[in-house]
């Protein structure tokens, strides 16, 4: 009898012991973004459903503050229904690996440029058209636009929904090897591209000797050689450490990018009503919140990167023209496969937002 009540007391210690938080997390499965920093704790309660949500870019780049922007939203508007897990650096795979996985179903977000996503849309390569863009305020414009919203709706056809545009930038050229002021410079330099043809063919029109690679094999790339250069938005190339490896930036501003937050359609359909509505509200209001930073951003890097030590060189109009001279013809041949409405349409469409 007396080892019966000894085993019951133990029993109902142990009871008590669980009961009181020992033991696994009441908040069930927190994710780790590789930082340690707590930023997957879920904010309270059982998740009912959990976003995973992984970028390229590092964790001082607006794009994933807007992400954490989009996080604290989403897991206040739904109490902790839905828990927000975010990933930087590449922790979940490259643009095209997390795009992919989105499809698949083992992934439910990521924000890559529009130009990788041409591979699984190729009207989205109608934004990698050289020189489209001549502004930030005609590119806010056409991208609210009808045939900016439309193209998000053909995402649904590869099980991908297409939330917002967010904004990557104006892309400009750094390299290791020398100053880069005419379209002569451009010779022979092996410079890194998105996965995307139509930069691909763009930077050979421009006598550039181009390799396409994912953005998380670039800086290793540019250090050991294997290409001389690359192209980004100032924040990307002073965040990312680029100054570290090259030595020459100028303000080519060839190509205006946008991203594009995407989510798993598998995932999205498994929301209720509500919750379809909140995810989308919380990635347009996060995306006003991360064009903003990601502006400020982009405004002030040039200046810092020449104090790293880069050589900076300004391109004039009429060497930016040579340049927009020379790949015309690329654009002449990729019409086709974007589709001729699409490419019309948005050359409309940045007409109109200059007349305004
Ligand atoms: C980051 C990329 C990057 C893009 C590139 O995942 O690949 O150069 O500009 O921002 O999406």
Redesign the pocket.
């Known amino acids: 009898m007396k080892k019966l009540f000894s085993f019951l007391a133990v029993a109902l210690l142990a009871l008590v012991l669980v009961a009181c938080g020992g033991g696994s997390s009441e908040n069930g499965e927190s994710g780790n973004n590789g930082e340690g920093n707590g930023e997957n704790e879920s904010a309270s309660g059982e998740a009912e459903h959990t976003i995973r949500a992984g970028?390229?870019?590092n964790k001082d780049h607006p794009q994933y503050k807007g992400l954490l922007k989009f996080k604290e939203i989403v897991e206040e508007e739904t109490d902790g229904a839905i828990k927000v897990e975010t990933y930087h650096s590449?922790q979940l795979g490259?643009?095209r690996s997390m795009t992919e996985a989105l499809q698949l179903g083992n992934q439910e977000v990521t924000i890559?440029?529009t130009?990788?996503i041409a591979n699984f849309v190729p009207e989205f390569s109608v934004f990698d058209i050289p020189f489209l863009f001549p502004n930030e305020d005609v590119a806010d414009e056409v991208l609210q636009g009808d045939v900016a919203q439309g193209l998000l709706d053909k995402l649904e056809e590869e099980d991908l929904v297409g939330l917002a545009y967010w904004e990557?930038g104006f892309?400009n050229l750094t390299n290791s090897e020398r100053a880069v002021e005419t379209i002569d410079d451009f010779d022979g330099l092996k410079i890194r591209t998105?996965e995307n043809d139509l930069h691909l063919e763009a930077f050979k029109a421009l006598g550039a000797n181009p390799t396409p690679m994912a953005?998380t094999e670039?800086f290793t790339a540019m250090q050991q050689g294997t290409v001389d250069g690359?192209e980004?938005p100032y924040a990307?190339i002073y965040l990312e450490n680029f100054y570290e490896v090259q030595d020459y930036v100028s303000n080519t501003n060839h190509v205006y990018?946008p991203?594009v937050f995407l989510m798993s359609k598998q995932f999205y359909d498994g929301l209720n009503d509500e919750q379809k509505q909140i995810v989308s509200d919380a990635a347009k209001e996060a995306g006003q919140h991360q064009i903003e930073l990601n502006r400020e951003a982009n405004a002030k890097y040039l200046e810092d990167l020449q104090e790293e030590g880069m050589e900076y060189t300004e391109i004039t109009p009429e060497n930016r023209q040579e340049m927009v001279d020379a790949v015309q013809p690329v654009i002449e041949d990729f019409k086709e496969q974007i589709g001729p409405e699409t490419v019309d349409g948005i050359m409309q469409a940045v007409e109109d937002a200059q007349s305004e």
């Open positions: 970028i390229g870019l590449g490259d643009d890559p440029s130009a990788p990557n892309r998105m953005f670039l690359q980004n990307t990018s991203f």
